[in-house]
């Protein structure tokens, strides 16, 4: 199997393990990888991707340009920025997983970091997480508004919609993703009682310890 062929059916795999877990449903969310030549296979519009085929994920140049495979998404502009602000990126993973959404709803929000520390864990796979303001789902001015953000996060809330997050590997693009939304479970759950989140040096120790991008 070549490189190619084997993170095509990574992609699947994923895809369908956010699916089976409730992480994804219907045909929202998207997923994709960037390849060694720049560009990046990534899930097709109308898809489910609890039932995605390897062999028809779209296929993009490095300027995201359609050149196989069947139609992307309307949102691969996100995937885009999102590579073209994070040298180190191999991965992108948008959802709108129900608690994330959630929060995303809410008023009150500090826009520069609209989820508190609550775990170590969250701190390390997701760090500092803004508040995107809303723009309807494909437009441009969505882009933009990701794009300001992208160099110094590789994860975002996009207000009344989800999640998107980048990482050094799909694992990792994932495995942010699902703390992201587990954080956001837990904030909703404590929401309105006395919490006890990470110091500003409990944060900052766990950024040294780990390098965090």
């Keep these: 199997m070549s490189d190619e062929a ?19 449903f219907g045909s929202t969310g998207n ?7 720049g560009g990046w296979l990534m899930t097709p519009t109308n898809a489910s991707l609890g039932e995605l085929d390897p062999s028809r994920l779209s296929r993009l140049d490095m300027e995201g340009r359609h050149i ?32 994330s959404v959630a929060v995303s709803c809410l008023c009150g929000l500090d826009p520069s970091n609209c989820l508190p520390p609550l ?4 701190v390390m796979r997701v760090g500092r997480l803004p508040l995107v303001p809303y ?10 508004a990701v794009e300001a953000f992208a160099g110094t996060h590789h994860a975002v809330l996009l207000a009344n919609h989800g999640p998107i997050v980048a990482g050094t ?6 495995y942010a993703t699902e703390e ?26 766990l950024r040294e310890r780990h390098e965090l991008w």
């Design 31 to 37: 997923i994709s990888v960037r390849l060694d030549d």
């Design 135 to 144: 723009c309807p789902p494909g437009d441009e001015s969505l882009a933009k």
């Design 68 to 99: 196989g495979g069947d139609k992307p998404t309307k949102e691969a502009f996100l995937h885009r920025v999102m590579y073209g602000q994070r040298t180190a990126a191999r991965a992108v993973v948008h959802l709108h997983s129900t608690h």
């Design 119 to 122: 775990t170590a864990y969250y």
């Design 180 to 205: 992201l939304e587990e954080t956001a479970r837990i904030y909703l759950l404590l929401r309105d009682r006395p919490v006890s989140p990470l110091t500003c040096e409990q944060v900052d120790d």
């Design 6 to 24: 084997a993170i095509r059916e990574r992609i699947c795999r994923v895809g369908a393990s956010l699916f089976q877990r409730g992480l994804t």
């Design 169 to 174: 590997s799909l694992e990792n693009a994932m």
